[in-house]
């Protein structure tokens, strides 16, 4: 069975940084591409961040680019998303999600951890 | 970026109606949508991928149909079940971009 399993959320100060997780189990992670996508609370969903299989190639959200990035240990299993700058309007549930194939639906997502960015 | 536009946002059926979600891409997206169920508090489930393509186990009343920038998702009999938001993903051109999302209620 596929699991995705999100840590790392909180509350963070504006400006104050953040490493989110995602330990993946069931299939073999160095196959799939991976996702971060987010819901602000009461909103709809965005897609944040991908990493291909190997980490070649990787891909941003302009809303985070250049504050947020996007890596893998596939001997661990594990995604991670290291935010910084953060602003109020990342306040949101963040879902890791696996690709069915390079840039295309994603078919299995974990059940988010949310992160509030406040003082 | 391509922008998709989902209507209606929110949706009051009595159990056993046929329901229609449409979603409008800016640009021709070549049946490259899918569609996502989410329960409260519960991460987004694949119902359908490539237009129309049920994912196995999903429930033949739910059917996605529709090409180039006009597409969209149903429900005939909807069951107590199926009381959840439903978005649209277009998946032809990155960034892979969602429709803002549809509540269906009940009556």
């Known amino acids: 069975e596929v699991q995705l399993v999100e840590s790392g959320g909180g509350l963070v100060q504006p400006g104050r940084s953040l490493k989110l997780s995602c330990l993946a189990s069931?299939?073999?992670?160095?196959?799939?591409?991976m996702n971060w996508i987010r819901q602000a609370p009461g909103k709809g969903l965005e897609w944040v961040a991908s990493i291909s299989s190997s980490s070649s190639y990787i891909y941003y959200a302009d809303t985070v680019k250049g504050r947020f990035t996007i890596s893998r240990d596939n001997a661990k299993n594990t995604l991670y998303l290291q935010m910084t700058s953060l602003r109020s309007e990342d306040t949101a549930l963040y879902y890791c999600?696996?690709?069915?194939?390079?840039?295309?639906?994603?078919?299995?997502w974990g059940q988010g951890v949310m992160v509030t960015v406040s003082s | 970026d391509i922008q998709m536009t989902q209507s209606p946002p929110s949706l009051s059926a009595s159990l056993g109606d046929k329901v229609t979600i449409t979603c409008q891409a800016s640009?021709?997206?070549?049946?490259?949508i899918a569609w996502y169920q989410q329960k409260p508090g519960k991460a987004p489930g694949l119902l359908i991928g490539y237009t129309s393509r049920l994912v196995s186990g999903i429930p033949s009343r739910f059917s996605g149909s529709g090409s180039g920038r006009d597409y969209s998702f149903s429900i005939s009999n909807v069951e107590s079940e199926d009381i959840a938001s439903y978005y649209c993903?277009?998946?032809?051109?990155?960034?892979?971009?969602f429709g803002g999302g549809t509540k269906l209620e009940l009556k």
């Open positions: 993903l277009q998946y032809d051109n990155s960034p892979r971009t």
């Open positions: 640009q021709n997206i070549n049946k490259y």
């Open positions: 069931g299939f073999t992670f160095s196959n799939y591409g």
């Open positions: 999600a696996r690709e069915v194939a390079v840039a295309t639906l994603f078919d299995y």
